[in-house]
C-alpha cells in the first residue's frame, strides 16, 4: 500500500482490527475503521468468529419455547447473517470465503 502513497500504517492497523472483529454482535470501532477507509464489502477467509451473546439469547428462547409451548415471553429477533449492530450484512459464503456488505451507504454507490 505504501507504494501507491496511501498511509499504510493507518490503513494497515485498521485492515487488521476490522479483519479481527468483525465477526461480532457489536463492535463500533470496527465499523468506523470499515467507514474511515470507504469500504463497503468485506472479503474475508478463515475470519475468527465470536462468542454471540445474541444467538445464545435466541437459542435458549427457542429452546424455552419449544419446551412450554404456553410461555408468553417473547423470542428476540435474531439474523445469523448480520453483524456489528446490523451495520455488516454477510450477503454470500462458499466454503471459507465470506462476502460481507457494510451498510449505512446510499445506493447506487457514488
Known sequence: MWSHGYNYYD???DRKYVHENALK???QEAYNG???WGVRYLLGEH???HHR???QQYEEAVARKAADPNDAAEVPAFDPDS???GQLKRVFRSGRMDLLEVQG???PPG
Do not use: A, E
Open 47 to 49: 475470519m475468527p468468529t
Open 11 to 13: 490503513r494497515d492497523r
Open 83 to 85: 453483524y456489528l449492530d
Open 25 to 27: 454482535d457489536s463492535d
Open 105 to 107: 451507504y446510499g445506493f
Open 34 to 36: 470499515m467507514r474511515r
Open 53 to 55: 451473546p445474541r444467538q
